[in-house]
């Protein structure tokens, strides 16, 4: 069975950093994409960033490339995204997911293309 974990969300002001860490287990992930999605309150659920499992490749959302960082760890099975210079328009439900490969191209932006989902975890950016 399938599980993603997410921990490490919380509130922070404006400018600090945070790292949200999801565990993944129940498969092997050689042939999916990790994402971190998220969603704010009256929103939809938006794209924030996602890691190739196998290779590495990694894709971020416009808003927040070059203030976040997405890794993975395949020997701990984690995936984890690294924020810096959080702003209040951050704040949001952060959930990690995880989507097949076959048409990574075409969904990975796609929070409907996603086949599993964590939980989520809270992050707060108080200005």
């Known amino acids: 069975q399938v599980q993603l974990v997410e921990s490490g969300g919380g509130l922070v002001q404006a400018g600090d950093s945070l790292k949200l860490s999801c565990a993944v287990s129940?498969?092997?992930?050689?042939?999916?994409?990790m994402g971190w999605l998220r969603q704010a309150p009256g929103k939809e659920r938006e794209f924030v960033a996602a890691?190739?499992?196998?290779?590495?490749?990694?894709y971020y959302s416009d808003s927040v490339k070059d203030r976040f960082t997405i890794a993975r760890d395949k020997g701990e099975m984690t995936v984890s995204l690294q924020m810096t210079g959080l702003k209040p328009e951050d704040t949001a439900i952060y959930f990690c997911?995880?989507?097949?490969?076959?048409?990574?191209?075409?969904?990975?932006?796609?929070?409907?293309?996603?086949?599993?989902w964590g939980q989520g975890t809270q992050v707060t950016v108080s200005s």
């Open positions: 997911a995880a989507q097949s490969v076959l048409f990574w191209e075409r969904g990975v932006r796609k929070s409907t293309e996603y086949d599993y």
């Open positions: 129940g498969r092997s992930f050689d042939s999916y994409g």
């Open positions: 890691i190739l499992w196998k290779e590495g490749t990694t």
